[in-house]
């Protein structure tokens, strides 16, 4: 059974219409995936943890820490 010109065009605005609905899903995901801020506000307390951590031992403080415990100044 050949296809006619009106099935084509109706199937060609479905398959629009169903593209159209991707890109709006994909770009309601890749927004949210890429929301640093909203992650960040999310993981608060773990987040400031962390940075104070990483700034104590970018700072040398686990080896000022060892040295002040052992007793040499």
């Known amino acids: 059974m050949a296809r006619t010109d009106a099935d084509v065009r109706r199937e060609l605005v479905e398959e629009r219409e169903q593209l159209i609905d991707a890109v709006g899903t994909l770009r309601g995901e890749i927004k949210a ?18 940075a104070l ?13 060892v ?7």
């Open 33 to 50: 995936a890429t929301d640093v801020r909203g992650m960040v506000r999310a993981h608060l307390p773990a987040a400031t943890a962390g």
């Open 53 to 65: 951590g990483l700034g104590f031992v970018a700072a040398g403080g686990i080896g000022a820490t």
């Open 67 to 73: 040295r002040r415990l052992i007793g040499r100044d």
